[in-house]
């Protein structure tokens, strides 16, 4: 925490590399298909669901705790509103 702020310093990024895996990782993309915006003007809005795995090894503090970072990115210069229903997370202890 710096001035009450707290900073990620998470590797996030596009296409992890071999020997690079990332802390983030994508679950797909928000297209829907529709026009962006009814006849009306009134943003169209879709429910969407997206299933992901995260396949990189994470690894939780010396008291257990773990920080889950869900976000979006986007190249689009216009106005995005994503309104999240639900996050289901299931996670996998891993032996060394």
């Known amino acids: 925490m710096i001035d009450g ?4 310093n998470v590797s996030k990024v596009d296409d992890p590399v071999d020997g690079n895996p990332s802390a983030a990782s994508g679950a797909g ?5 529709t026009h962006l915006r009814a006849e009306n003007g009134i943003p169209t809005y879709v429910s969407l669901v997206r299933h992901h795995v995260h396949t990189a090894v994470i690894t939780a503090t010396a008291q257990g705790e773990l920080w889950l970072l869900v976000g979006s990115d986007s190249g689009n210069e216009g106005t995005t509103s994503l309104y999240y229903q639900s996050i289901n997370v299931l996670m996998t202890p891993v032996s060394e």
């Open 5 to 8: 702020d707290f900073r990620m």
């Open 29 to 33: 993309n928000i297209a829907n298909g």
